[in-house]
């Protein structure tokens, strides 16, 4: 029976495991011998060195197919358990009062002490145009200055309104009359019965950079709107040709048209500002477009000066020094024309003013301030430029006395030294920049014009009004007729005066506005009888 097939008994099954668990099945069952025996160990045991190496690498991608079907779902509940303890902690924190809600409840805080003091201000009118006069209706914002009815905003916001309107934060309208403008800071005053009315509280100081400013008013005709923002620098100028003094605080706070005469307060609800301007970012303009990150705001030490004046006196007296000056950027332009402007930009490092000319017996000569010199400090005050140097100047009153700090060159030095000097300001007067205007004036036959007061009134028995009164003319001129001793002038160019400095101010502007020396001055005038006419004059 050997070599023949024959079904295995157990004790073969047990003889071939014993011998090295040899599972290959030979051709023919047979008895066992060595030779089929250690032939079948050899296949296994390399059999078993194939498992041995596969065998991680199958663990391996096992694992890794279980994550995939799996691991999804158990990370997104790991997260998902995280991200709601955190929320249930984050509620926890917010419910027991953070500093979120104090910053909330302070600003409702600013708004709730300010509000009431903002008006909406509405104004319509007729204006000149290529087609004739027609109607427009402009709106701004403003606020309470006094107990008295008095109303602070933009003179660009009435400018040439014959008709004015405020609206309360409760929505009452009041009537408002024009009392005065300074059209040289853009700043006016209008009045309204005082009934009822709650003053805006005003900072004693200007604001520093960095600090958290709120701007109220009514842009785009969203009337009593409040925005924040910080004060993002102080002492600007921006080449605003309405506005020839110019010493702004820049600011982030949103302002668009409709902001304009409307309050920036500080975080206690005190006016330390009046929005005015913005940058639009459309060729680097400033004008009143709209916002793009940088609002002007006049500080509240120019407004209160030039407020009071008007209030009191109907015009603003400002001060005067008697130089003229440029910023550091100009100098290295101009160098060549002087040595000592040389001197100044080869050697001055740093923000200033440079003096490029003294008038003859002016508050700054008289005071020591020579040509060169490039002013630091005025009245305590750092100076960046020659816009703000003069701002500052027209804000002081004749005969107060300033401390000033200046960079004076030194050639021999090769250097400079600083100076403080005391000077004693002195009265600008509204004609001194507009001695051109002054004398095709007297050539036409009007000698001398001053502001209208209730005193010279009374002089030429003639009714008060605000605006130019004509006090002196040349016998036999063309004017003479037309234009007698008491007539007053209220009108330039279909656009209201309150004082002689108005009356400059309106010539200088259509002059530079028409680009030409000769021109025709149109006068709204009120007669001494009382008739009301229009009058034509040739300048050249």
Same mark, same amino acid.
């Given at each position: 029976m050997w070599g023949k097939p024959f079904k295995p008994?157990?004790?073969?099954?047990?003889?071939?495991?014993?011998r090295g668990n040899c599972l290959e099945r030979p051709i023919a069952w047979s008895k066992p011998s060595r030779k089929n025996c250690a032939s079948c160990c050899v296949l296994e045991a390399t059999r078993m060195r194939r498992i041995?190496?596969?065998?991680?690498?199958?663990?391996?991608?096992?694992?890794?197919?279980v994550l995939l079907l799996v691991g999804p779902t158990a990370v997104r509940q790991v997260s998902k358990g995280i991200v709601a303890s955190q929320m249930n902690s984050a509620q926890e924190r917010l419910h027991t009062g953070s500093l979120l809600d104090q910053m909330s409840q302070a600003s409702r805080d600013v708004a709730i002490f300010v509000e009431p003091s903002v008006v909406h201000v509405s104004s319509s009118?007729?204006?000149?145009?290529?087609?004739?006069?027609?109607?427009?209706?402009?709106?701004?914002?403003?606020?309470?200055y006094d107990d008295d009815g008095h109303i602070v905003t933009n003179a660009h916001v009435v400018e040439g309104a014959t008709r004015l309107e405020v609206q309360m934060v409760d929505g009452e309208r009041r009537e408002a009359k024009l009392l005065g403008t300074d059209l040289r800071t853009d700043i006016a005053v209008l009045q309204v019965d005082a009934q009822g009315l709650v003053p805006a509280r005003r900072a004693t100081q200007d604001p520093q950079q960095g600090d958290m400013v709120f701007a109220f008013g009514s842009p785009f005709?969203?009337?009593?709107?409040?925005?924040?923002?910080?004060?993002?620098?102080?002492?600007?100028?921006?080449?605003?040709?309405?506005?020839?003094?110019?010493?702004? =605080?820049?600011?982030?706070a949103a302002i668009n048209p409709g902001n304009s005469g409307g309050p920036l307060t500080n975080t206690k609800g005190h006016v330390v500002g009046m929005t005015t301007a913005i940058a639009t970012g459309q060729g680097n303009g400033i004008s009143q477009g709209q916002f793009a990150g940088i609002g002007l705001a006049i500080p509240i030490s120019m407004?209160?000066?030039?407020?009071?004046?008007?209030?009191?006196?109907?015009?603003?007296?400002?001060?005067?020094?008697?130089?003229?000056?440029?910023?550091?950027?100009?100098?290295?332009?101009?160098?060549?024309?002087?040595?000592?402007?040389?001197?100044?930009?080869?050697?001055?490092?740093?923000?200033?003013?440079?003096?490029?000319?003294?008038?003859?017996?002016?508050?700054?000569? =008289?005071?020591?301030?020579?040509?060169?010199?490039?002013?630091? &400090?005025?009245?305590?005050?750092?100076?960046?430029?020659?816009?703000?140097?003069?701002?500052?100047?027209?804000?002081?009153?004749?005969?107060?006395? =300033?401390?000033?700090?200046?960079?004076?060159?030194?050639?021999?030095?090769?250097?400079?030294?600083?100076?403080?000097?005391?000077?004693?300001?002195? &009265?600008?007067?509204?004609?001194?920049?507009?001695?051109?205007i002054v004398e095709a004036l007297r050539n036409v036959?009007?000698?001398?014009? =001053?502001?209208?007061?209730?005193?010279?009134?009374q002089q030429f028995g003639v009714a008060f009004e605000r605006g130019v009164m004509v006090e002196e003319v040349v016998l036999g001129s063309s004017v003479s007729d037309?234009?007698?001793?008491?007539?007053?002038?209220?009108?330039?160019?279909?656009?209201?005066i309150n004082n002689l400095d108005d009356f400059y101010t309106r010539i200088t502007r259509q002059i530079q506005a028409s680009r030409r020396l000769e021109f025709i001055l149109v006068l709204g005038v009120r007669q001494p009888n009382g008739s009301v006419e229009r009058v034509l004059i040739p300048l050249q």
């Amino acid at each position: 029976m050997w070599g023949k097939p024959f079904k295995p008994e157990p004790w073969h099954l047990q003889n071939w495991f014993a011998r090295g668990n040899c599972l290959e099945r030979p051709i023919a069952w047979s008895k066992p011998s060595r030779k089929n025996c250690a032939s079948c160990c050899v296949l296994e045991a390399t059999r078993m060195r194939r498992i041995e190496f596969l065998g991680p690498s199958l663990v391996v991608f096992a694992a890794a197919g279980v994550l995939l079907l799996v691991g999804p779902t158990a990370v997104r509940q790991v997260s998902k358990g995280i991200v709601a303890s955190q929320m249930n902690s984050a509620q926890e924190r917010l419910h027991t009062g953070s500093l979120l809600d104090q910053m909330s409840q302070a600003s409702r805080d600013v708004a709730i002490f300010v509000e009431p003091s903002v008006v909406h201000v509405s104004s319509s009118g007729d204006s000149n145009s290529r087609s004739g006069r027609r109607n427009f209706i402009n709106s701004g914002s403003g606020w309470v200055y006094d107990d008295d009815g008095h109303i602070v905003t933009n003179a660009h916001v009435v400018e040439g309104a014959t008709r004015l309107e405020v609206q309360m934060v409760d929505g009452e309208r009041r009537e408002a009359k024009l009392l005065g403008t300074d059209l040289r800071t853009d700043i006016a005053v209008l009045q309204v019965d005082a009934q009822g009315l709650v003053p805006a509280r005003r900072a004693t100081q200007d604001p520093q950079q960095g600090d958290m400013v709120f701007a109220f008013g009514s842009p785009f005709d969203f009337r009593f709107s409040m925005s924040n923002g910080i004060v993002s620098g102080l002492g600007r100028a921006a080449g605003i040709s309405e506005i020839e003094y110019e010493n702004f =605080i820049q600011t982030d706070a949103a302002i668009n048209p409709g902001n304009s005469g409307g309050p920036l307060t500080n975080t206690k609800g005190h006016v330390v500002g009046m929005t005015t301007a913005i940058a639009t970012g459309q060729g680097n303009g400033i004008s009143q477009g709209q916002f793009a990150g940088i609002g002007l705001a006049i500080p509240i030490s120019m407004i209160d000066n030039v407020v009071d004046q008007l209030i009191d006196h109907g015009e603003v007296v400002k001060g005067y020094l008697g130089v003229s000056m440029r910023d550091m950027e100009e100098i290295s332009r101009m160098r060549m024309r002087d040595p000592l402007l040389q001197t100044t930009s080869n050697m001055f490092q740093g923000d200033g003013a440079a003096i490029v000319f003294v008038s003859p017996l002016s508050p700054a000569e =008289i005071a020591g301030l020579r040509v060169g010199d490039i002013v630091t &400090q005025f009245a305590g005050q750092r100076i960046q430029n020659a816009s703000q140097l003069r701002s500052m100047i027209a804000s002081r009153q004749p005969n107060e006395r =300033i401390s000033i700090d200046l960079w004076r060159p030194d050639a021999l030095k090769k250097g400079g030294d600083m100076i403080s000097l005391q000077v004693v300001m002195g &009265q600008l007067k509204p004609e001194t920049n507009s001695d051109g205007i002054v004398e095709a004036l007297r050539n036409v036959g009007i000698k001398k014009l =001053i502001t209208a007061t209730d005193a010279a009134a009374q002089q030429f028995g003639v009714a008060f009004e605000r605006g130019v009164m004509v006090e002196e003319v040349v016998l036999g001129s063309s004017v003479s007729d037309i234009m007698p001793p008491g007539t007053m002038i209220v009108e330039v160019f279909g656009q209201k005066i309150n004082n002689l400095d108005d009356f400059y101010t309106r010539i200088t502007r259509q002059i530079q506005a028409s680009r030409r020396l000769e021109f025709i001055l149109v006068l709204g005038v009120r007669q001494p009888n009382g008739s009301v006419e229009r009058v034509l004059i040739p300048l050249q």
